[in-house]
C-alpha cells in the first residue's frame, strides 16, 4: 500500500526567504508525482507534475525535484511571498503496467505562512 | 466546459436525508476520482472511475456510499441516511487516460449534515 507523508506539517517563514517542502512515498513505482496548493475553503490547484522518469520541473519560482529511486520528492519556492500563504499537497499516481490507470495517494500537506 | 465543475457548492441537509453531489469532468478525461476532505484533515480518497467503470470503490466508508459515472462525462456522488460524520468537503477530479495523466480538481461540495 503507498503510504505518502510531507515534511514539515507547518511552516512559517519571512517573506523573501527560499524554503523547501519535503515529500517522500513508500511505493517508487509510480506513474508520476504532483504538487498542488490549497487555498482555504478552496479545490486544489496543480502547481507542477513530474513523469517518473524525469528529474525536476520548473515554473516560475517553483522548482520540484523526483528522486523515484529513494521515493523523494522536493518542492522549492524561490522568494516567498504572503500570496504563497497555502496548504501545499503532494500526490502520486501508481505505475499500473505503463498506464496512467489508479488513484492519487495524497500526503497530509504542509500548511505554509509566510508573513510580510 | 472549461474545468472540472461540481455542484452544488453548498448543501446543507437534515441528518437522515439522502443527498446527491455532481461532478463534471474536463471533456475528454477518461479518469474520474471523488475524494472527502473533513475540516483540518487531509483528502480521503472515495472512488476512481476509468471511463464508467470504477476499479477502485475501496474508499468508500459505507454502504450508504453509491456512485455512478455515465460513459466518459458527469458523475454523481449519492450519499443514503446522511450522518453528521458525513459532513465534509467533496472533492471531484479528472485526468486524461494517457500523456501526462495531470489530475485537475474542481472546487468541491461543501455538505453539512444538521
Known amino acids: 500500500k503507498q503510504e505518502v507523508t510531507q515534511i514539515p506539517a507547518a511552516l512559517s517563514v519571512p517573506e523573501g526567504e527560499n524554503l523547501v517542502l519535503n515529500c517522500s512515498f513508500t511505493?517508487?513505482?509510480?506513474?508520476?508525482l504532483q504538487w498542488f496548493r490549497q487555498d482555504p475553503g478552496k479545490g486544489l490547484t496543480s502547481l507542477l507534475l513530474?513523469?517518473?522518469?524525469?528529474r525536476e520541473q520548473t515554473s516560475g519560482r517553483l522548482n520540484a525535484s523526483l528522486d523515484k529511486s529513494s521515493g523523494r520528492s522536493t518542492l522549492y519556492i524561490a522568494a516567498s511571498q504572503p500570496g504563497d500563504s497555502a496548504t501545499y499537497l503532494c500526490?502520486?499516481?501508481?505505475?499500473?503496467?505503463?498506464?496512467?490507470?489508479?488513484?492519487?495517494?495524497f500526503g497530509q500537506g504542509t500548511i505554509l505562512t509566510v508573513h510580510p | 466546459g472549461a474545468g472540472v465543475s461540481q455542484s452544488p457548492s453548498n448543501k446543507v441537509t437534515e441528518k437522515g436525508k439522502d443527498v446527491e453531489l455532481r461532478c463534471d469532468p474536463i471533456?475528454?478525461?477518461?479518469?474520474l476520482y471523488w475524494y472527502r476532505q473533513r475540516l483540518g484533515q487531509g483528502l480521503e480518497f472515495l472512488i476512481y472511475?476509468?471511463?464508467?467503470?470504477?476499479?477502485?470503490k475501496s474508499g468508500l466508508p459505507s454502504d450508504r456510499f453509491s456512485a455512478e459515472r455515465t460513459g466518459e462525462s458527469v458523475s454523481t456522488l449519492t450519499i443514503q441516511r446522511t450522518q453528521q460524520e458525513d459532513s465534509a468537503v467533496y472533492l471531484c477530479?479528472?485526468?486524461?487516460?494517457?500523456?501526462?495523466?495531470?489530475?485537475?480538481f474542481g472546487q468541491g461540495t461543501r455538505l453539512t449534515v444538521v
Open positions: 477530479a479528472s485526468s486524461p487516460r494517457r500523456g501526462l495523466a495531470e489530475a485537475f
Open positions: 511505493d517508487s513505482a509510480i506513474y508520476n
Open positions: 513530474i513523469q517518473s522518469s524525469q
Open positions: 500526490a502520486v499516481r501508481p505505475d499500473a503496467g505503463g498506464t496512467s490507470y489508479g488513484k492519487l495517494t
Open positions: 471533456s475528454g478525461h477518461t479518469a
Open positions: 472511475f476509468q471511463g464508467n467503470s470504477a476499479p477502485d
